[in-house]
């Protein structure tokens, strides 16, 4: 007997187009947590890739016998695709779907890597290492929204704990390894450590994320303008920041060209995305005084973790000579504690009773405090001497990153993810840039003024230094019988320590203006940011009570 039942006769209508299926957002289980698990080890493979490769330039350089401009133009070129593909990845992940776009990317960073120590020359390496970071750049979007998405609302700040540690775990992890890879293995695994890493991500993702529907047809409404306006504008703004200092700023046409046109096609991005109907950037978000607070802190904070973690290095390898891997414990001091402080600041902040603008506020002091302490820097520190400098760290990196996460995305509703998460990553890759132009402007021009200061002094002094001897030509007198020799061999020794000194104190000033810098954004956080709650489940409505009518 036919069970099924009878067919009837429709009216004739239109046939349109069926609508594009919802997200499905499955219930949070062990399935879904070693998804997300991937999409977080994809994102610290992203990061180990670039900070490896930038701790190991020198290497690098040496062994693949490249010069040092041409080793500024393999770094910028890595960076500056990976930071305009963290602007973009939110439009394309959502048409391509999260879990197909995670799993391409990350295969496309660990591919890359393989043939990287084989190029023939400088552009051909340079165009892979621009691939390699636009494949890199769109994984921590991916992480920001996933975490935001997937996770249920009582943990989603931990979410946001686990997306800091792309700012504070990863960064400080790239010496060590770095160190690990060219000592004990060989110099290739600069590169190809990405590669069995990535493999184990991928078998995460594709085990654990939901499977989210495509949506091509957004191509259609694909605000070309805005991208065509935006990508060559990030890239030249990158590129101006790398090798301004190195080209001497607006003296060189490229740094004036690009910065010209770059600032004129940025301008226009903005302009253009206020009035589009579907941007990339919603600018509109900068009138919220939170996310205008945490936007500013989080390029703020990133700047000062990277020039915190610059100055140890920079001290002890042009100072007391010291190769990566005798660097290494004093980056692991700082990197290893995040995996117990990032939850526990998180867990801190998702207490309701617990002002996360304190919390902010005391990483921000803490921070401020070790620049104050690395102020009283001199040539007979050692590293052991950083050892208070980096523990303070420990606690102020971790609670000043997540709390300004925090402001940032818990007033926000759950479609404004794409619009907020593209301009969080963009300003987290364009603080590294900031970072690292910043450094260099500081070093390079205190040092040169501590230099001519101290030349100065010695050249007006020299009467009555005379009277105190020549304790560098008593030291070597013995060394040679040549007058002349001695005496070249004496002047190289004083200049020696002439730029010994000033780099000491120039690495001081620095310090110093990175303290001043905490002080004023814990004056900021006290005034310019409004409270936020941490997420909770909403509460079922209690079952109304109706009285049965008289019978």
């Not at 879904?32 to 020198?58: K, M, P």
């Not at 993702?205 to 191509?219: T, V």
């Not at 390898?317 to 891997?325: H, K, L, M, Q, S």
């Not at 002080?519 to 997420?535: E, H, K």
Request: glycine content about 8%; charged content about 10%; overall charge neutral.
């Amino acid at each position: 007997m036919d069970t099924h039942p009878p067919i009837l006769d429709a009216p004739a209508t239109p046939v349109t187009a069926a609508p594009p299926m919802p997200s499905y957002i499955p219930p949070f289980g062990m399935r879904t947590a070693i998804g997300l698990l991937g999409v977080l080890l994809a994102v610290h493979i992203a990061g180990f890739n670039e900070h490896i490769t930038e701790i190991g330039l020198s290497d690098i350089r040496g062994a693949m016998h490249i010069g040092r401009d041409e080793g500024t133009w393999f770094i910028s070129s890595y960076e500056a695709f990976n930071i305009a593909a963290m602007a973009f990845t939110p439009w394309f992940y959502v048409t391509f779907s999260i879990y197909r776009f995670a799993i391409f990317m990350t295969a496309a960073l660990g591919l890359l890597a393989i043939p990287a120590p084989f190029m023939p020359d400088m552009l051909s390496l340079c165009l892979l290492r621009a691939m390699q970071g636009l494949s890199a750049g769109c994984l921590p979007p991916i992480l920001m929204t996933v975490m935001l998405k997937y996770l249920p609302a009582q943990i989603r700040v931990f979410g946001i704990g686990a997306y800091a540690m792309s700012a504070t775990f990863g960064p400080n992890l790239g010496g060590p390894l770095e160190a690990l890879w060219f000592e004990h293995v060989g110099w290739h695994w600069l590169y190809w450590e990405a590669l069995p890493l990535c493999a184990m991500a991928i078998a995460m993702m594709a085990y654990g994320l939901p499977r989210d529907p495509h949506s091509l047809a957004r191509f259609r409404n694909f605000n070309w303008k805005g991208f065509l306006l935006g990508v060559p504008a990030i890239c030249c703004v990158v590129t101006v920041l790398y090798h301004g200092d190195r080209l001497d700023w607006f003296r060189s046409p490229l740094i004036t060209h690009l910065t010209f046109w770059g600032g004129g096609l940025f301008v226009g991005f903005l302009v253009h995305e206020w009035f589009h109907h579907s941007p990339f950037f919603r600018i509109q978000f900068w009138g919220n005084r939170n996310i205008a607070m945490s936007m500013l802190t989080l390029v703020a904070a990133l700047v000062l973790c990277g020039i915190l973690m610059e100055i140890p290095s920079t001290y002890l390898a042009e100072v007391r000579g010291y190769r990566p891997i005798q660097t290494a414990p004093i980056a692991l001091l700082v990197a290893l504690p995040q995996l117990i402080l990032l939850p526990v600041t998180a867990a801190l902040c998702n207490i309701r009773a617990v002002d996360c603008r304190y919390v902010l506020a005391f990483g921000m002091s803490c921070l401020g405090l070790a620049c104050w302490l690395g102020t009283w820097l001199t040539p007979d520190w050692v590293r052991d001497n950083f050892y208070a400098l980096q523990v303070l760290q420990i606690f102020g990196q971790p609670m000043v990153v997540i709390p300004t996460l925090v402001l940032a995305t818990m007033g926000l509703g759950p479609a404004d993810g794409p619009f907020i998460s593209g301009m969080v990553n963009m300003l987290k890759g364009m603080a590294n840039a900031m970072a690292a132009a910043l450094f260099e402007i500081l070093l390079r021009r205190r040092e040169q003024y501590h230099s001519v200061m101290l030349l100065d002094r010695n050249g007006n002094q020299r009467t009555a230094l005379a009277g105190q001897g020549d304790p560098i030509g008593s030291q070597i007198a013995a060394t040679s019988p040549d007058a002349g020799h001695l005496a070249r061999n004496a002047q190289q020794i004083f200049h020696t320590y002439l730029h010994e000194q000033s780099l000491v104190l120039a690495l001081a000033d620095i310090y110093f203006v990175m303290m001043w810098i905490c002080v004023f954004y814990v004056v900021l956080t006290a005034i310019l940011p409004g409270r936020v709650y941490p997420p909770r489940v909403p509460s079922a409505p209690a079952p109304s009570i109706t009285t049965a009518p008289a019978r």
